[in-house]
């Protein structure tokens, strides 16, 4: 079936030290959406790529959306506490749109060490 | 105040014991998702509802039933033939045309 993978699974970093997170998708994507998780609550929306190559910055995270729209990653520069969580990526395959079903990554949990 | 809404937060329940937790939302959206989400795995989709009176089955649906009379609220049935129904279930809704979804606060169901 349709997969995304993540990698890696965990990461913990010194405050101050640069983050990424990659997914890979089994099949071509029609966009892809990265969701952050905080500890103890619940997914919410981040951003969403939808052309192909497309790169789109915010503050200190940068999203990528590969050439071939199989894969992703998000890039947090300099690390804060407040960044700690999971960042899930999640896909919409060619013709769900209408249903809004998502293919969601495992997800990668970020530790910070102040 | 816009949302969405899912209560309890925590929940309890004996082995063999149905359980509704619910989800309801104001923010006039017409999809609305039902996710579980296990420790290291990605949220997993039970059901969906595009309209009223209108679901359909996710990738994990065996031990599950929805219902959607409302187009604010689409709760969720778990039932004594799921097998392992301790997690944390997770609510969201869309509108339509739009991707992004909106989460709730989640529910984490302990079935002891």
């Known amino acids: 079936g349709q997969q995304v993978m993540q990698i890696p699974q965990y990461q913990h970093v010194q405050e101050g030290e640069d983050f990424t997170t990659y997914c890979n998708s089994s099949?071509?994507?029609?966009?892809i959406q990265w969701y952050k998780q905080r500890p103890g609550g619940h997914p919410v929306f981040l951003i969403q790529l939808v052309k192909s190559g497309e790169v789109k910055k915010q503050k200190r995270l940068t999203f990528q959306f590969g050439e071939a729209k199989k894969n992703s990653s998000l890039h947090i520069t300099a690390t804060q506490t407040t960044d700690v969580g999971t960042y899930f990526c999640?896909?919409?395959?060619?013709?769900?749109?209408?249903?809004?079903?998502?293919?969601f990554g495992q997800g990668t949990t970020l530790q910070v060490k102040p | 105040d816009g949302g969405i809404t899912q209560s309890p937060k925590y929940l309890f329940r004996k082995e063999g014991q149905n359980v509704t937790l619910s989800c309801e939302q104001n923010l006039n959206h017409d999809a609305m998702y039902w996710y579980r989400q296990d420790p290291g795995q990605g949220l997993r989709l039970i059901y969906y509802?595009?309209?009223?009176?209108?679901?359909q089955k996710g990738d994990i649906a065996e031990g599950y039933s929805v219902s959607r009379e409302k187009k604010e609220s689409f709760p969720l049935t778990v039932t004594s033939a799921q097998k392992n129904p301790t997690a944390f279930y997770l609510c969201?809704?869309?509108?339509?045309?739009?991707?992004?979804?909106?989460f709730g606060p989640g529910t984490r169901l302990t079935v002891l």
């Open positions: 509802s595009q309209i009223v009176n209108d679901f």
């Open positions: 099949t071509t994507l029609s966009n």
């Open positions: 999640a896909g919409n395959v060619p013709g769900s749109s209408n249903t809004g079903k998502l293919i």
């Open positions: 969201a809704s869309r509108l339509v045309g739009l991707n992004e979804q909106f």
